[in-house]
């Protein structure tokens, strides 16, 4: 009975200590979060100045990125390209003209 009587205190102490802990623990986050909340609000506005001015230089580099990709890509279709004219060339050539 005694040994029940022990491990019962043993059991409500762990609780308690747990549940001071937490209570403690919400308590610190809580305070720290609002001391650093002017930091964060110093650095979402620094990011954003940051971004006004990368930002469209980024977007120049990608437009200039995707030219350049695609040239890449079109240089070797010109000779097919050049078939293709010469032979709607050659087409348009032997058509006989309706009367207007």
Request: proline letters at 5%.
């Amino acid at each position: 009975m005694s040994a029940i009587l022990a491990l019962t205190g043993l059991a409500f102490t762990a609780v308690a200590l747990g549940v001071t802990f937490v209570v403690t623990a919400v308590i610190l986050k809580f305070a720290l979060k609002l001391i650093l909340l002017p930091l964060l609000l110093i650095k979402w506005l620094i990011v954003s100045l940051v971004m006004l001015i990368v930002g469209p230089i980024l977007f120049i580099v990608g437009l200039a990125a995707a030219l350049l990709f695609g040239v890449v890509l079109a240089v070797p279709l010109l000779p097919l390209l050049a078939v293709g004219a010469l032979i709607w060339i050659v087409l348009r050539a032997t058509r006989t003209p309706v009367a207007v």
